[in-house]
T-cell receptor, first 115, second 115 residues
Framework: AQTVTQSQPEMSVQEAETVTLSCTYD???????LFWYKQPPSRQMILVIR??????QNATENRFSVNFQKAAKSFSLKISDSQLGDTAMYFC????????????FGKGTRLHILP | NAGVMQNPRHLVRRRGQEARLRCSPM?????VYWYRQLPEEGLKFMVY????????ESGMPKERFSAEFPKEGPSILRIQQVVRGDSAAYFC?????????????FGEGSWLTVV
Protein backbone atom coordinates (compact mmCIF):
# COMPACT_ATOMS: atom_id res chain seq x y z
CA ALA A 1 0.00 0.00 0.00
CA GLN A 2 1.11 3.52 -0.74
CA THR A 3 1.75 5.98 2.07
CA VAL A 4 2.47 9.71 2.12
CA THR A 5 4.26 11.32 5.04
CA GLN A 6 4.47 15.00 5.86
CA SER A 7 6.79 15.40 8.83
CA GLN A 8 6.10 19.08 9.53
CA PRO A 9 2.69 19.57 11.15
CA GLU A 10 3.07 23.35 11.26
CA MET A 11 5.45 26.05 9.99
CA SER A 12 5.69 29.82 10.13
CA VAL A 13 7.73 32.15 7.94
CA GLN A 14 7.91 35.87 7.36
CA GLU A 15 6.30 37.36 4.29
CA ALA A 16 8.63 37.45 1.26
CA GLU A 17 10.78 34.62 2.59
CA THR A 18 11.22 31.25 0.92
CA VAL A 19 9.83 28.17 2.61
CA THR A 20 10.16 24.47 1.83
CA LEU A 21 7.57 21.88 2.82
CA SER A 22 8.71 18.27 3.05
CA CYS A 23 7.00 15.17 1.76
CA THR A 24 8.10 11.58 1.47
CA TYR A 25 6.17 8.65 0.10
CA ASP A 26 6.43 4.93 -0.10
CA UNK A 27 5.48 2.90 -3.15
CA UNK A 28 6.63 0.00 -5.26
CA UNK A 29 5.17 1.57 -8.38
CA UNK A 30 7.45 3.04 -11.04
CA UNK A 31 4.88 5.28 -12.71
CA UNK A 32 2.77 7.64 -10.68
CA UNK A 33 1.69 11.24 -10.10
CA LEU A 34 2.55 13.47 -7.18
CA PHE A 35 0.57 16.55 -6.21
CA TRP A 36 0.59 19.42 -3.80
CA TYR A 37 -2.83 20.76 -2.83
CA LYS A 38 -3.52 23.92 -0.87
CA GLN A 39 -6.46 24.27 1.51
CA PRO A 40 -6.93 27.89 2.65
CA PRO A 41 -9.28 28.86 5.52
CA SER A 42 -12.17 28.65 3.05
CA ARG A 43 -11.48 24.88 3.09
CA GLN A 44 -11.53 24.58 -0.70
CA MET A 45 -8.95 22.15 -2.11
CA ILE A 46 -6.79 23.88 -4.70
CA LEU A 47 -4.27 22.10 -6.89
CA VAL A 48 -0.91 23.85 -6.60
CA ILE A 49 1.37 21.69 -8.68
CA ARG A 50 1.61 18.26 -10.29
CA UNK A 51 4.59 16.05 -11.13
CA UNK A 52 4.70 12.95 -13.28
CA UNK A 53 7.22 10.44 -11.96
CA UNK A 54 8.63 9.68 -15.41
CA UNK A 55 9.64 13.31 -15.89
CA UNK A 56 13.08 14.18 -14.57
CA GLN A 57 12.47 17.91 -14.74
CA ASN A 58 10.99 19.41 -11.61
CA ALA A 59 7.58 21.00 -12.06
CA THR A 60 7.24 24.77 -11.58
CA GLU A 61 4.20 27.04 -11.32
CA ASN A 62 5.15 30.67 -10.82
CA ARG A 63 6.40 31.00 -7.21
CA PHE A 64 5.85 27.30 -6.52
CA SER A 65 8.37 24.63 -7.45
CA VAL A 66 9.13 21.10 -6.39
CA ASN A 67 12.26 19.12 -5.70
CA PHE A 68 11.42 15.63 -6.88
CA GLN A 69 13.93 12.97 -5.86
CA LYS A 70 12.57 9.70 -7.21
CA ALA A 71 15.22 7.43 -5.76
CA ALA A 72 14.79 8.96 -2.32
CA LYS A 73 10.99 9.05 -2.74
CA SER A 74 10.96 12.69 -1.76
CA PHE A 75 8.74 15.45 -3.13
CA SER A 76 9.24 18.81 -1.40
CA LEU A 77 7.44 22.03 -2.26
CA LYS A 78 9.28 25.36 -2.34
CA ILE A 79 7.34 28.59 -2.10
CA SER A 80 9.39 31.63 -3.10
CA ASP A 81 8.60 35.22 -2.12
CA SER A 82 5.86 33.98 0.19
CA GLN A 83 2.68 36.05 0.43
CA LEU A 84 0.02 36.37 3.12
CA GLY A 85 -2.40 34.58 0.81
CA ASP A 86 -0.19 31.51 0.94
CA THR A 87 -1.36 30.88 4.50
CA ALA A 88 -3.10 27.51 4.31
CA MET A 89 -2.88 23.78 4.91
CA TYR A 90 -0.75 22.09 2.30
CA PHE A 91 -1.30 18.46 1.42
CA CYS A 92 1.10 16.24 -0.46
CA UNK A 93 -0.61 13.51 -2.45
CA UNK A 94 0.20 10.42 -4.49
CA UNK A 95 -1.64 8.62 -7.24
CA UNK A 96 -0.66 5.56 -9.22
CA UNK A 97 -0.56 6.09 -12.97
CA UNK A 98 -3.35 3.65 -13.42
CA UNK A 99 -6.79 4.06 -14.92
CA UNK A 100 -8.51 2.82 -11.80
CA UNK A 101 -6.91 4.29 -8.77
CA UNK A 102 -7.39 6.92 -6.11
CA UNK A 103 -5.32 9.77 -4.74
CA UNK A 104 -3.74 9.31 -1.30
CA PHE A 105 -3.06 12.31 0.92
CA GLY A 106 -0.56 13.06 3.63
CA LYS A 107 -1.79 14.57 6.89
CA GLY A 108 -0.85 18.07 5.86
CA THR A 109 1.37 20.95 6.92
CA ARG A 110 -0.20 24.10 8.29
CA LEU A 111 1.72 27.07 6.91
CA HIS A 112 1.48 30.54 8.44
CA ILE A 113 2.85 33.51 6.54
CA LEU A 114 3.58 36.28 9.02
CA PRO A 115 3.34 39.98 8.08
CA ASN B 1 -16.48 25.27 -17.78
CA ALA B 2 -18.07 24.86 -14.40
CA GLY B 3 -16.06 23.12 -11.74
CA VAL B 4 -17.08 20.27 -9.50
CA MET B 5 -20.36 21.25 -7.89
CA GLN B 6 -21.40 19.97 -4.50
CA ASN B 7 -24.62 20.54 -2.66
CA PRO B 8 -25.70 21.25 -0.11
CA ARG B 9 -22.71 23.21 1.15
CA HIS B 10 -23.92 22.89 4.71
CA LEU B 11 -26.28 20.29 6.12
CA VAL B 12 -27.52 19.84 9.67
CA ARG B 13 -29.08 16.54 10.67
CA ARG B 14 -30.31 15.14 13.95
CA ARG B 15 -28.95 11.81 15.11
CA GLY B 16 -30.74 8.98 13.36
CA GLN B 17 -31.71 10.96 10.26
CA GLU B 18 -30.38 10.42 6.77
CA ALA B 19 -27.93 12.68 4.97
CA ARG B 20 -27.64 12.89 1.18
CA LEU B 21 -24.76 14.73 -0.39
CA ARG B 22 -24.70 15.40 -4.12
CA CYS B 23 -21.82 15.92 -6.50
CA SER B 24 -21.87 16.95 -10.16
CA PRO B 25 -18.47 16.36 -11.77
CA MET B 26 -16.78 18.71 -14.17
CA UNK B 27 -18.11 18.53 -17.71
CA UNK B 28 -16.55 15.62 -19.53
CA UNK B 29 -15.38 13.88 -16.36
CA UNK B 30 -16.57 10.33 -15.85
CA UNK B 31 -14.84 9.50 -12.57
CA VAL B 32 -15.92 10.67 -9.15
CA TYR B 33 -14.19 10.34 -5.79
CA TRP B 34 -15.54 11.00 -2.30
CA TYR B 35 -13.28 11.98 0.59
CA ARG B 36 -14.01 12.78 4.23
CA GLN B 37 -12.13 15.33 6.29
CA LEU B 38 -12.57 15.33 10.04
CA PRO B 39 -11.67 18.54 11.92
CA GLU B 40 -7.92 19.21 11.92
CA GLU B 41 -7.21 16.10 9.88
CA GLY B 42 -6.31 15.24 6.30
CA LEU B 43 -8.56 13.87 3.61
CA LYS B 44 -9.45 10.22 3.88
CA PHE B 45 -10.48 8.32 0.78
CA MET B 46 -13.95 6.80 0.88
CA VAL B 47 -15.04 5.64 -2.56
CA TYR B 48 -14.21 5.90 -6.24
CA UNK B 49 -16.91 5.57 -8.87
CA UNK B 50 -17.42 5.58 -12.58
CA UNK B 51 -20.88 5.96 -14.03
CA UNK B 52 -23.01 3.04 -12.83
CA UNK B 53 -19.96 1.31 -11.37
CA UNK B 54 -18.09 1.33 -8.07
CA UNK B 55 -14.36 1.00 -8.73
CA UNK B 56 -13.03 1.10 -5.18
CA GLU B 57 -14.99 1.38 -1.95
CA SER B 58 -12.22 0.32 0.39
CA GLY B 59 -12.55 3.50 2.45
CA MET B 60 -16.28 3.31 3.01
CA PRO B 61 -17.55 2.29 6.44
CA LYS B 62 -19.22 -1.10 6.19
CA GLU B 63 -22.54 0.11 7.54
CA ARG B 64 -24.80 3.11 6.96
CA PHE B 65 -22.74 4.58 4.09
CA SER B 66 -23.44 4.09 0.40
CA ALA B 67 -22.57 5.87 -2.83
CA GLU B 68 -23.81 5.84 -6.37
CA PHE B 69 -23.07 7.53 -9.66
CA PRO B 70 -25.96 6.88 -12.02
CA LYS B 71 -25.89 7.14 -15.77
CA GLU B 72 -27.80 10.40 -15.55
CA GLY B 73 -27.53 12.90 -12.72
CA PRO B 74 -25.09 13.59 -9.93
CA SER B 75 -23.18 11.22 -7.72
CA ILE B 76 -24.79 10.79 -4.31
CA LEU B 77 -23.19 9.91 -0.99
CA ARG B 78 -25.82 8.65 1.39
CA ILE B 79 -25.39 8.30 5.14
CA GLN B 80 -28.18 6.55 6.99
CA GLN B 81 -28.92 6.92 10.71
CA VAL B 82 -26.27 9.58 11.19
CA VAL B 83 -24.29 9.78 14.41
CA ARG B 84 -22.25 12.64 15.90
CA GLY B 85 -19.04 11.08 14.59
CA ASP B 86 -20.26 11.56 11.02
CA SER B 87 -19.86 15.32 11.42
CA ALA B 88 -17.20 16.24 8.89
CA ALA B 89 -16.49 17.90 5.59
CA TYR B 90 -17.19 15.63 2.64
CA PHE B 91 -15.31 16.44 -0.53
CA CYS B 92 -16.12 15.23 -3.98
CA UNK B 93 -13.55 15.20 -6.77
CA UNK B 94 -13.69 14.31 -10.42
CA UNK B 95 -11.21 13.39 -13.10
CA UNK B 96 -10.86 12.66 -16.76
CA UNK B 97 -8.44 9.94 -17.71
CA UNK B 98 -6.97 11.17 -20.95
CA UNK B 99 -3.71 10.80 -22.79
CA UNK B 100 -2.45 14.01 -21.21
CA UNK B 101 -2.51 12.41 -17.83
CA UNK B 102 -4.76 12.55 -14.85
CA UNK B 103 -5.56 15.44 -12.57
CA UNK B 104 -8.24 15.38 -9.94
CA UNK B 105 -10.28 18.51 -9.29
CA PHE B 106 -12.14 19.03 -6.04
CA GLY B 107 -15.46 20.59 -5.21
CA GLU B 108 -15.84 23.06 -2.37
CA GLY B 109 -17.05 20.44 0.04
CA SER B 110 -20.23 19.70 1.96
CA TRP B 111 -20.18 20.27 5.71
CA LEU B 112 -22.32 17.86 7.65
CA THR B 113 -23.17 18.65 11.24
CA VAL B 114 -24.99 16.05 13.30
CA VAL B 115 -26.74 17.42 16.37
Amino acid sequence: AQTVTQSQPEMSVQEAETVTLSCTYDTSESNYYLFWYKQPPSRQMILVIRQEAYKQQNATENRFSVNFQKAAKSFSLKISDSQLGDTAMYFCAFMKMNRDDKIIFGKGTRLHILP
Amino acid sequence: NAGVMQNPRHLVRRRGQEARLRCSPMKGHSHVYWYRQLPEEGLKFMVYLQKENIIDESGMPKERFSAEFPKEGPSILRIQQVVRGDSAAYFCASSYLGLSGNTIYFGEGSWLTVV
